[in-house]
T-cell receptor, first 114, second 111 residues
Framework: DTAVSQTPKYLVTQMGNDKSIKCEQN?????MYWYKQDSKKFLKIMFS???????INETVPNRFSPKSPDKAHLNLHINSLELGDSAVYFC?????????????FGPGTRLTVT | KQEVTQIPAALSVPEGENLVLNCSFT??????LQWFRQDPGKGLTSLLL?????REQTSGRLNASLDKSSGRSTLYIAASQPGDSATYLC??????????FGEGTQLTVNP
C-alpha cells in the first residue's frame, strides 16, 4: 500500500527540454510538498499546497510550476531545463497545515539534465 | 531564517554501541521537530516527531530529546545494529508546516 508515490523514478533529459514529475498520495492528506535534494544531499522545500492552494513558494525559479488538480495530486512541471536542475525531487504530504503532523515522503525522482 | 546543523557529519561505530546524534537550530520558535532516516537512493522515513511542548519521545531503541529554548535536539540509538546504517536527518518545523533540514549524519554500524 503505497502512501506517497512519484513517477517517474528516474528522468534523464537534455537541457532546454520541458518535463513533469507526478505525485500522488492515498493518505487522505490535505497538504502536499515538493522538496529538492541537491548533489550535496541538502534537502530544501520548494512548494507546499493545502487543498489545492499554494501556500509556500520558496524562491524557486518560475521555470518550476507546481499544479494540484486535486488534493491527492501535486505535479511539478519544469520548463527549459538547466544543468543545475539535476537533483532528486521528493514529494511529501501531511494531514493538514496545523502544527504537529508528520510529513510522509515519496521515494524521490532522480532528474539528470545533460 | 532557520538554520540547522547536525554533528557529527559522519559516524562509524561497532555493532551494539549506544550512540547520540546531535542537531542544533537557530530559530527556537518551532512547532515540532522530526527525525528521519534516509537509506542510499531511497526516500525519507519518519522516525520520531517530537512536539515543541515535549521534552522526549521514544520509539523502540530510539529516543529523541528536545530543548527548544537552547535550540537543540538529540537522537539516541541504543544497541546499534548494522541495519541502522543510514543518513539521519533532523528537521524542525516553523510556520506554514515548513520543515528545514540539516545536512544529516551518515551513520555506519559495523558488524
Amino acid at each position: 500500500d503505497t502512501a506517497v508515490s512519484q513517477t517517474p523514478k528516474y528522468l534523464v533529459t537534455q537541457m532546454g527540454n520541458d518535463k513533469s514529475i507526478k505525485c500522488e498520495q492515498n493518505l487522505g492528506h490535505d497538504t502536499m510538498y515538493w522538496y529538492k535534494q541537491d548533489s550535496k544531499k541538502f534537502l530544501k522545500i520548494m512548494f507546499s499546497y493545502n487543498n489545492k492552494e499554494l501556500i509556500i513558494n520558496e524562491t524557486v525559479p518560475n521555470r518550476f510550476s507546481p499544479k494540484s488538480p486535486d488534493k491527492a495530486h501535486l505535479n511539478l512541471h519544469i520548463n527549459s531545463l538547466e544543468l543545475g536542475d539535476s537533483a532528486v525531487y521528493f514529494c511529501a504530504s501531511s494531514q493538514d497545515l496545523r502544527r504537529g503532523y508528520e510529513q510522509y515522503f515519496g521515494p524521490g525522482t532522480r532528474l539528470t539534465v545533460t | 531564517k532557520q538554520e540547522v546543523t547536525q554533528i557529527p557529519a559522519a559516524l562509524s561505530v561497532p555493532e551494539g554501541e549506544n550512540l547520540v546524534l546531535n542537531c542544533s537550530f537557530t530559530d527556537s520558535a518551532i512547532y515540532n521537530l522530526q527525525w528521519f532516516r534516509q537509506d542510499p537512493g531511497k526516500g525519507l522515513t519518519s522516525l520520531l516527531l517530537i512536539q515543541s511542548s515535549q521534552r522526549e519521545q521514544t520509539s523502540g531503541r530510539l529516543n529523541a530529546s528536545l530543548d527548544k529554548s537552547s535550540g537543540r535536539s538529540t537522537l539516541y540509538i541504543a544497541a546499534s545494529q548494522p541495519g541502522d546504517s543510514a543518513t539521519y536527518l533532523c528537521a524542525p518545523e516553523t510556520s506554514g508546516s515548513r520543515l528545514t533540514f540539516g545536512e544529516g549524519t551518515q551513520l555506519t554500524v559495523n558488524p
